[in-house]
């Protein structure tokens, strides 16, 4: 029998819900990224994902293949495809939602630069998530 799953992490930009229990072979998150916040410039080492703006409005800067970075206004029920090492991030132009769905969470989260000062995010971090709580790590 499968059994719903949700866990529900503050982040100082919003707050994500992840859909998807440690063990899965994937992982489904819903970002609410509040209105004039972004995450971190960053790029995993390990992890690809593929962003969607379910709703509101977002922007957001990703490397091209040339290596430059480039800032474009997110499409709705697109889309955005991330891989490896590819810097990227985005932002809330409005309140929004942006709908993740990625390989499992392995490897770190290499932080270029981040408006709340957080360091690169680890294995070992990611275990000191709990619900209820403004996760920094």
Sequence with gaps: MTHPYCQKILKPWGYELIL????ASLTGK?????QGARC???YHDKKQE????????ATMVLEDESGALREIEME???GYFIKPFQKH???G???CVILEASTPEEGITVRLDDDYH??????SARQTRQEGKVYLG
Excluded: W
Aim: charged share 25%; proline share 11%.
């Design 76 to 78: 709705p029920e697109r």
């Design 118 to 123: 957080r360091t690169n995010e680890t294995p």
């Design 89 to 91: 991030r985005f932002k």
């Design 40 to 42: 971190s410039l960053q």
């Design 93 to 95: 132009v409005t309140d």
């Design 50 to 57: 593929v962003l969607t703006l379910v709703s509101g409005k």
């Design 20 to 23: 998807t229990p440690p063990d």
């Design 30 to 34: 819903i970002h609410h990224v509040n």
